[in-house]
């Protein structure tokens, strides 16, 4: 019986992106589907009532929502290949602090670059550098977030990186110049093709970018 | 070589509680040691550098931070008895969405209820009630949020069911009557040892906040 695999996402949403990359990386095949946010689907609206937000992955037409407990799940679904989270308790507790650590701060932070200006902007700036410092202490000189595989929290930052040049080229500043050390770890992370393949381009998220400051009057 | 368990904790922080009734559920022998937030403990500090609060699970000397991080690490380590996620992949991806609802969501308007006024305490109120029909909604016929037994939900809404009066207080409405369903839930856990005992004394936590806002 064959698996029945949708994704309902937005292209340049780097929580989307997680997901693409845990399917990619499971080499698991699922039907694509895009959402306009200002025009949901139906589907949308049924599979996800509480947020009404995507990524929404439905497997065999049961939906699961959020993009950190969709990863896990497609984990524990495809457990025979490419695992994400490491099998140590302890281990698979970093791993998860540090997911929620990203999922806490570096979206707001990196929202608050694009949406102000002036002295505003350039402590957003700042406050973001700070965000992936600490993540740049936390990978140390390891390959990956938890050592020689890449896995959860690789994913769960990875797809940030898609963002950077619209923060940087708007907040006018260089992430590279800052966190040399992850700029390296993201280009390790895109020689994986389940990276690669996933992640939105960077151009054209500048562009979405550019256009919702328009629409919200943040110019 | 026997365990060591150490939970730094705050006696009326719900979040702190959610680990107090895992450990109790499952029977595990541990130090509880009260922080005083207005001067953090050494310990604290070194073991949760990121956030400095409380809860923090060290085990044999490592530190977990995050209630329901703890409560997925505790789960999966002491694996061989009352078991907090269901097995099945699906069912665990609900359980931790429905976690995470209440985490996001029931805590933070329960706070609200209690500190501001006017407008503000009104949308407060009106949130909490919302979460509190969708979680009716998901309870559905079930005795528990896990099935027949406790499980990750229950562990980690039942702290707020322990706040519950002094949300009514302070808002000056009632939950019981528009949710009768929660309120049985509440009270049907409450009857569990592993929750009486890890929830304080609602007129004791009235009074925390009363003095706590008087002091703001």
Redesign the interface.
Known sequence: MADEVILLDGYVSMFGMRVRVALAEKGIKYEYREEDMRNKSPLLLKMNP?HKKIPVLI?NG?P???SL??V??ID??WKDKAPLLPSD??Q??QA??WA??IDKKLYDAGKKIWTTKGEEQEAANKEFIEVLK?LEGELGDKPYFMGERFGFLDIALITFYSWFHAYETLGNFSIEAECPKLISWAKRCLQKESVSKSLADQKKVYEFVVEMKKRLGVE | MADEVVLLDFWPSLFGMRLRIALAEKGIKHEYKEEDLKNKSPLLLKSNPVHKKIPVLIHNGKPVSESLIALQYIDETWNDNAPLLPSDPYLRSQARFWAEFVDKKVADFGRKVCMTKGEEQEAAKNGLLDCIELLEGELGEKPYFGGETLGFVDVTLVPSYGWLSVYEKFGNFSIEAEHPVFIAWGKRCMQKKSVSKSLPDQQKLYDFVVQFMEKA
Request: with cysteine; proline share 5%.
């Open positions: 509480i497997h049961k699961v929502c959020e407990i969709i896990q799940y524990e679904v308790p302890y698979r507790a998860r602090f929620d650590f600490v």
